[in-house]
């Protein structure tokens, strides 16, 4: 009963995001299934608009170039779970928890374990679109 209970506050937060200054952005509304077919065809280098669920933290771990705060979150309709990497010298470090509900833009990368979402930050250079990770109403780009 727990267990159903935290999936529909989960549910209900996701929607909230979607419908409450998550939804249209500059490329597009939150639409998971952009993630879902892209895992499915292996795709990668595909710009997504998502939301989930925060199933674990990863912490801050050193960069190629700069440091990276990570989480993985789950993605339905086609409940795959995917990496989420955060540039923190852009968007600081980013406050998760397991359970947080989150939206982020950025490009999708696969790989056989669900993928990555990575660029979810603005480039200062302007050659990659800009992306963000929103948790508790508050945007980190």
């Not at 952009?34 to 199933?55: F, L």
């Not at 010298?89 to 939206?103: E, H, L, N, S, Y």
């Not at 979402?117 to 992306?131: E, L, Q």
Request: charged share 20%.
């Amino acid at each position: 009963m727990a267990s159903a209970r935290s999936n529909a506050r989960a549910f209900l937060a996701l929607a909230a995001l979607a419908s409450a200054g998550c939804g249209p952005t500059a490329s597009g509304p939150i639409d998971n299934r952009v993630v879902c077919n892209a895992y499915a065809q292996h795709g990668s280098h595909v710009e997504v608009d998502a939301a989930g669920t925060v199933t674990r933290t990863l912490g801050t771990q050193p960069g190629v170039r700069s440091p990276h705060t990570g989480f993985v979150v789950r993605i339905e309709p086609c409940d795959i779970t995917v990496r989420v990497e955060a540039n923190t010298d852009f968007t600081g470090v980013v406050p998760v928890r397991a359970g947080d509900a989150v939206a982020m833009r950025g490009e999708y990368e696969y790989y056989a374990r669900g993928g990555v979402i990575h660029w979810t930050h603005r480039d200062p250079r302007g050659r990659h679109p800009d992306g963000y990770v929103r948790v508790g109403g508050k945007i980190y780009q």
